[in-house]
């Protein structure tokens, strides 16, 4: 509360100056002037420094992507250092932070914050060339600071976000949302900007009393203040009752500052505590530092650390600077490694730098134009065979990934929404090349590499919008691998059969439609027998996954069903599978009528996955921005639409067909 | 369909018993059940967003029918307000539940090869009877206590009663009427008349609100509302729109206390406010009727337990740094019998069962941010008590068996069926 009062109060002083100041026309890009460059060895020592952020230990290249992905809207930086208009340099997660860090003059100037809407940039009054309306710009910490039209537009930005903020999430419009979201990424970078601000600072030791306890300086920065605290905290003891008196103000203005800085942390923890985890599991910045120097309780391994972070951010040259870096880095990771909590750090930095899953989705997209020239010589059992192992390739990765994830968290699978499209995406394919094994007609194979590529390309679209760390914490209830192993894994795989199945009845009703491969009935039964199967497949795990989502609760929140919004979507799923397989054995459907079910019960699975949780209710509701809203929309829409067009197509076919032969008999419903 | 048929019998009539036995196992049926239930729940669901979870499980979910009241966004920002008649979810669950055993098990043909589906039904109906049981037989509310402090009593959630109360010895006598009864034909301008034959008064409920405040009534301001004078001034209670976490309502009324001798009349103003765990004392209305002081109390309703629980100790771990809650767990003495009690610890997803009741972790104070700090702590729990407690674990192992049994054997036998193989491409 008090550090959101004082960035209120310094973006004020910064709207005071800008008053002072004529307004500004639409400037060209900003050349970035980077000064400096990271030595890959540096960077790569940097990755694995651990912190502490979020409620656990994780290397600094993970804490540097999260924080990225929340203010940038990407994993990396690309600037334009040359002014040509084209971006020539990529900066990784980490070297970013380290220039946040490092050269915070330099990289206020780097393309940050994404605005997505002209409308956001009128609001906050930063000028811009163009009125179109979805039209993408990254604005500088710079120029949120610069004076603009309407003040100071970071100001004016947090007002507006308060304003809106008071608003329920889904009342707010998309330009309104922008401005909480974007008000949010300003605040996190902000802390970021000023984190090390405190080592670049010196302290004036004014009077006679301080200068005899502290020693005959003018001032002092921070690593050799807190070497002298024990001694400034017994003058202060002693002599309490004299800081009223002029003589005393240096010491009274000093004890004031300290205090003001001891308190007020942001960004991650660097410092680990000295003692075991048991001791203390809390991990300090620097002004948790500066408490235990205030209360004599710093030890000499903590205040080295200082002394080598202090020394890098001070220094003139590269080449000093890394090397200081570089020992804070290995005295932050023995004294980690000490206390058990540096195991998962490297292999957490090896997962985010491999990304199995991001080089899965290459694979998938290769996997799909292996699939497609299988498919000009659809008897060659090579060309086959290729196709199923260009996509277990992918699957492999993929699911090296999902096991990485569980190593890392030393949990199931899935534990938030983002690892159901991993998992999803994983089961689809896998269960897809099963079926492919079992029909071999191919046409599993071809869609099981686009299910894969499409989930996996959502949950980093998701991992954008959300701005989470996904490997964080679980809240209480969710602390227990024995129900996320059971239910939630069966749950999604319900959800990935519910899709996979949508597809596949959507492909049948397009085949249909436009007469692929009429004239081979098996094929088109086949393929029908997949839908049936798949949907079969997940019935029993929906159901299952239902059930027990609801024995769950009733050992956690003391009731099996509550008729939560989540529950009620899980229930639709099982409904509509149900429904559709009773219809089918009791012959009320046929092969087109069981294909338009399958193909709608994707609408159930992704109103039940996501819709649910933007209603604002239960204990699901985890409020997303309003892309996810749309999005979702816009899939209910191509769905339907293609649904549409596949029944219409499909019984116009068949009207066609029986006029030009009367006598044949009507296939199908 | 395959064929002229070389004889066609004349039709029979079925008898009419066995036409509706027909119609109850029609697979038709369950289909038309499934999608009632299938828009019940959608239109259930999107109704929780405005009437809150509570109201929209009691009005779609446990009702027979409901008017799905909802609005159709149009072009030009206009919407259409649609009421559409549903069946609700009692009559529908029962009726699938018939169909389901005279169709499902009854009429399903007992052979090897359909003993998957015969499980998998027959965990569905007994899913169903679950459900039943707990909604005509089971109830829940909470426990709130301090570290130290022990209860043998919980308190309900969202419903309450009327407590009169008679100090008779060193025991207090209680007979309670559950405002169900009367909360309804008790709001304002009606009012409901409580009487019996042993009591020398009737007690007369009127103004009931379902949200509310007391409030005192001063010179510089008018209000609708009725205005009674006690000793410490003049009250009146001001409404307060409903929330849709109906717990969080607060009910109050107005009950005039007529004496059946002489018509001598006593008013006041009850709310049924409950401060647990900060005071475990309630203060009711009092009068005196023929030389016996009497109790009048709103309250949440209170249910006794089979045993006494003592809060020994709470405990609340957040994740590093942060303020999110990575645990918080109880340990408590339960009082069944033995004199030192048995302990117990309770913490998320590990309830305590016992005598038929279960105790859930559920909540803690002071919160973070409230103006109150900790210690002492005190811990919620919700308990529940419910026959059926356990018995949709038990009948989603039954159901996953059967479907497992059923469609493992319709692949087997795909896999080993000349269709398959007749379909299989030709490659080379």
Redesign the interface.
């Known amino acids: 509360m008090m550090r959101g009062l004082a960035k209120w109060w310094l973006w004020s002083f910064a709207a005071v100056l800008a008053a002072q100041q004529p307004a500004p026309e639409a400037a060209a890009p900003e050349v970035v002037r980077r000064t400096h460059a990271w030595s890959p060895a540096t960077v790569e020592a940097l990755a694995t420094l651990p912190v502490q952020e979020g409620g656990r230990v994780k290397p600094l290249s993970a804490h540097a992507a999260a924080t990225l992905h929340l203010v940038h809207g990407r994993r990396d930086m690309k600037l334009d250092t040359d002014g040509d208009g084209k971006d020539d340099l990529t900066l990784t997660p980490t070297e970013w932070l380290l220039d946040v860090w490092f050269f915070p003059e330099v990289a206020a100037h780097y393309p940050l914050f994404r605005i997505e809407n002209v409308e956001v940039l009128d609001a906050i009054g930063i000028p811009h060339e163009g009125g179109q309306r979805f039209r993408l710009e990254y604005v500088s910490f710079a120029a949120m600071a610069a004076p603009g039209r309407v003040g100071v537009p970071g100001q004016k930005l947090i007002e507006l976000a308060h304003q809106y903020s008071r608003k329920q999430p889904l009342d707010r419009s998309p330009v309104e949302s922008h401005l909480v979201n974007s008000a949010q990424q300003v605040n996190t970078y902000y802390d970021l900007h000023y984190q090390m601000e405190v080592l670049r600072s010196t302290f004036p030791i004014e009077g006679e009393p301080l200068r005899a306890a502290l020693g005959e300086v003018e001032s002092l920065d921070f690593a050799a203040l807190l070497e002298r605290l024990p001694a400034f905290r017994t003058l202060l003891r002693e002599n309490s009752d004299k800081l009223e008196d002029p003589a005393w103000a240096g010491a009274a203005r000093l004890g004031a500052a300290l205090q003001q800085l001891s308190g007020s942390d942001a960004g991650a923890a660097l410092f680990p505590p000295t003692g075991s985890v048991g001791d203390s599991e809390v991990w300090l910045g620097l002004g948790g530092v500066l408490d235990l120097g205030v209360r004599g309780d710093i030890a000499a391994e903590k205040l080295g650390m200082v002394r080598h972070l202090q020394r890098a951010i001070v220094a003139t040259e590269q080449g000093p600077r890394e090397r200081e870096l570089v020992q804070f880095r290995d005295a932050v990771v023995a004294r980690a490694t000490a206390r058990g909590e540096y195991a998962k750090v490297e292999l957490e930095n090896t997962y985010l730098t491999k990304s199995w899953h991001y080089q899965a989705l290459h694979w998938f997209l290769l996997a799909i134009v292996v699939v497609g020239v299988g498919w000009l010589a659809p008897r060659k059992r090579w060309l086959w065979a290729l196709g199923l192992v260009a996509t277990a390739i992918p699957l492999g990765m993929l699911t090296w990934d999902i096991v990485l994830r569980c190593l890392i968290r030393e949990r199931p699978p899935i534990v938030n929404l983002h690892d159901t499209f991993l998992f999803i995406a994983a089961v689809g394919v896998a269960a897809a090349i099963v079926g492919e094994v079992i029909v071999r007609r191919r046409f599993v194979i071809a869609l099981a590499p686009i299910f894969g590529a499409l989930l996996i390309a959502l949950a980093r679209a998701f991992e954008v919008e959300d701005g989470k760390d996904q490997l964080a914490p679980l809240i209480a209830v969710l602390d227990t691998n024995y129900y996320l192993a059971t239910h939630v894994t069966s749950i999604n795989m319900g959800y990935a059969a519910g899709m996979f199945g949508a597809l596949v009845g959507t492909l049948w009703l397009l085949l249909q439609a436009f007469g692929i491969a009429r004239h081979d009935q098996a094929f088109h039964k086949a393929v029908v027998r997949a839908c049936y199967g798949i949907v079969a497949f997940g019935l029993i795990f929906a159901v299952f996954g239902t059930i027990y989502g609801g024995v769950w609760a009733n050992d956690s929140w003391g009731r099996f069903w509550g008729w939560d919004p989540k529950e009620n979507g899980a229930l639709l799923i099982c409904i509509a599978q149900v429904a559709l397989l009773h219809a089918r054995w009791c012959g009320w459907v046929k092969d087109l009528g069981f294909c338009v079910g399958a193909a709608l019960t994707g609408i159930v699975v992704a109103f039940s996955w996501f819709h649910v949780n933007l209603l604002g209710i239960g204990l699901h509701s985890y409020g997303f921005a309003s892309s996810t809203k749309s999005a979702l929309f816009w899939y209910y829409g191509i769905q339907l639409a293609l649904v549409a067009v596949g029944w219409f197509g499909t019984v116009m076919r068949r009207v066609g067909a029986a006029a030009a032969v009367p006598a044949a008999v009507p296939a199908g419903d | 369909m395959n064929g002229p048929a070389a004889h066609v019998a004349p039709p029979v009539a079925p008898s009419p018993l066995r036409a509706v036995v027909d119609l109850l196992a029609s697979?038709?049926l369950?289909?038309v059940l499934?999608?009632a239930?299938?828009v019940l729940?959608?239109a259930?669901?999107?109704a929780?967003?405005h009437q809150?979870?509570f109201v929209?499980?009691r009005d779609?979910?446990e009702s027979f029918w409901v008017v799905w009241d909802t609005q159709m966004p149009l072009p030009l920002g206009r919407d259409l307000t649609l009421k559409v008649p549903l069946l609700g979810g009692y009559s529908i669950l029962l009726a699938l539940f018939v169909n389901l055993v005279v169709g499902g098990v009854v009429r399903h043909r007992w052979n090897w090869r359909n003993a998957g589906i015969l499980v998998a039904h027959l965990g569905i109906g007994l899913?169903l009877v679950?459900?039943w049981v707990?909604l005509h037989y089971s109830y829940?509310g909470h426990v709130a206590l301090y570290e130290g402090k022990s209860t043998r009593t919980m308190v309900s959630f969202h419903d309450f009663e009327l407590a009169l109360l008679r100090r008779d010895g060193d025991r207090v006598v209680e007979r309670t009427v559950p405002a169900t009864a009367f909360e309804v034909a008790a709001r304002a301008p009606r009012s409901v008349t409580l009487d019996a034959p042993d009591l020398p008064f009737q007690v007369v409920v009127s103004g009931w609100l379902e949200n509310c405040r007391p409030q005192q009534k001063g010179p510089m301001f008018a209000t609708d509302m009725p205005v009674v004078e006690d000793g410490q001034g003049a009250w009146f209670l001001q409404s307060v729109p409903p929330e849709?976490e109906r717990e969080r309502n607060t009910a109050g009324c107005y009950v005039t206390v007529i004496e059946k001798v002489g018509r001598k009349e006593h008013k006041a103003v009850l709310h049924g406010l409950d401060l647990r765990p900060f005071a475990e004392e309630r203060s009711p209305f009092r009068f005196e009727v023929e030389g016996t002081t009497w109790g009048l109390d709103l309250r949440r309703v209170v249910w006794d337990l089979p045993f006494a629980v003592r809060l020994d100790r709470f405990e609340k771990s957040?994740?590093?740094?942060?303020m999110?809650?990575?645990?918080?767990s109880s340990w408590v003495t339960v009082f069944d019998g033995a004199a030192e009690g048995r302990p117990v610890h309770i913490y998320?997803?590990?309830?305590l069962r016992s005598h038929e009741h279960?105790f859930?972790q559920?909540n803690w104070g002071p919160q973070p941010g409230s103006s109150m700090k900790g210690p002492p702590w005190w811990s919620v729990f919700?308990?529940?008590k419910?026959p059926s407690?356990a018995w949709?674990?038990y009948?989603?192992y039954v159901?996953?068996l059967g479907?497992?049994v059923h469609?493992i054997a319709?692949?087997i036998r795909?896999?080993n069926s000349s269709t398959?193989r007749?379909?299989?491409?030709?490659?080379?």
Do not use: W
Not at chain 2, 422 to 428: D, I, V
């Open positions: 697979m038709k369950t289909i499934l999608l239930f299938g729940t959608f259930g669901t999107l929780q967003q809150g979870l929209v499980q779609y979910f899913l679950a459900g707990k829940a849709k957040d994740h590093p740094g942060t999110m809650a990575r645990d918080f998320m997803n590990h309830p279960v859930f559920t919700e308990v529940a419910n407690d949709p674990k009948a989603s159901i996953l479907l497992l469609f319709k692949l795909f896999l398959r007749a379909t299989l491409p030709e490659m080379s």
